[in-house]
């Protein structure tokens, strides 16, 4: 290969559910466009994330986490995981070093190791992650389990949270990638929408202040989005849940979670956009809203 032609592929970011694939994600794009909290299942849609450099462009898919579906939501996430994973160029998977190997890790292998014998992957690679949980001693046991279930090129213990490794993850995908063109301008860091990044910003925290059952039932839709002629970006939302019990745990008393909600959440949206924001919320009840194909048409999770 010549020293200046120019490389490009996709690298999808598979795991279970909160095994760190959105932080990995954010400290190598060093924006935080997925979002991240300690709860499972944060991540609903794939999300690319576009990194270039001056020969490369990596185009990282983060993708829903790996587990048993329960609900309609469920079931696209997982079908959005596979699907990333088999049209990508590169697979990382990643594992969580102090929970070692568990049943949904398995299952993701399985599937990983069938599609070995009908697709020509560049690199794949097993990342050994939160090792800044545990002991280096502790560490070498997983790996030793990881290659006892599949196969790779690479097993990496890495820390998605410190950065641990990750400059040696990068180095890896970028020599492994395939020549090709650049698909997306050089500036460009994502395929969503300015809309889409800010309703999953809202999400972001109610997930991170809400510390009860509600999590999993929040969807957001932005209503409005128009910037007026002093620059400033008017944002409407509406917060759904599933059941009114939820509702007040989110409105809190007084409003005061709303609020919170509110506050930090349109600090993270100025951050994002570079602008003064003014942000309205509104809250609403939808009942068994992960369970009905129309409603998660409506919010984008199927596909028509």
Not at 8 to 30: C, E, F, I
Not at 126 to 140: A, E, F, P, Y
Not at 188 to 210: N, P
């Amino acid at each position: 290969m010549k020293k200046d032609e120019f490389k490009s592929g996709y690298a999808a970011v598979l795991g279970r559910p909160n095994v760190g694939k959105s932080t990995l994600v954010n400290y190598l794009l060093k924006e935080n466009i997925s979002i991240v909290s300690d709860k499972p299942q944060t991540t609903r849609d794939s999300i690319i994330a576009i990194l270039s450099g001056e020969d490369y462009q990596v185009i990282l898919v983060d993708t829903p986490g790996i587990h048993a579906p329960r609900t309609k939501l469920g079931e696209y996430m997982v079908s959005s995981a596979f699907e990333s994973g088999k049209d990508a160029d590169e697979r990382i998977v990643i594992v969580d070093a102090p929970a070692g190997i568990t049943a949904e890790d398995r299952s993701l292998f399985s599937m990983l190791k069938k599609e070995n014998s009908t697709a020509a992957y560049t690199w794949t690679a097993v990342l050994i992650n939160k090792i800044d949980m545990v002991s280096k001693q502790d560490i070498l046991p997983v790996i030793d389990a990881c290659r006892r279930e599949i196969e790779c090129d690479d097993y990496i213990p890495v820390s998605a949270l410190t950065g641990e490794n990750l400059d040696l993850v990068l180095r890896r995908i970028v020599e492994r990638l395939p020549p090709g063109p650049a698909y997306y301008p050089p500036e460009q860091l994502t395929d969503k929408s300015e809309r889409f990044i800010v309703g999953e910003l809202i999400r972001e925290q109610a997930l991170l202040l809400c510390r009860q059952e509600v999590p999993h039932a929040v969807a957001v839709e932005v209503d409005t989005f128009k910037e007026d002629a002093g620059r400033k970006v008017l944002i409407q939302a509406t917060i759904f849940l599933e059941r009114q019990t939820q509702k007040g745990i989110i409105i809190g008393h007084n409003g005061r979670m709303l609020k919170q909600i509110g506050i930090c959440a349109r600090k993270k949206i100025e951050e994002f956009l570079q602008k003064s924001v003014y942000l309205q919320l509104w809250v609403k009840v939808q009942e068994n809203w992960r369970k009905d194909d129309i409603f998660l048409r409506r919010l984008g999770y199927k596909k028509t």
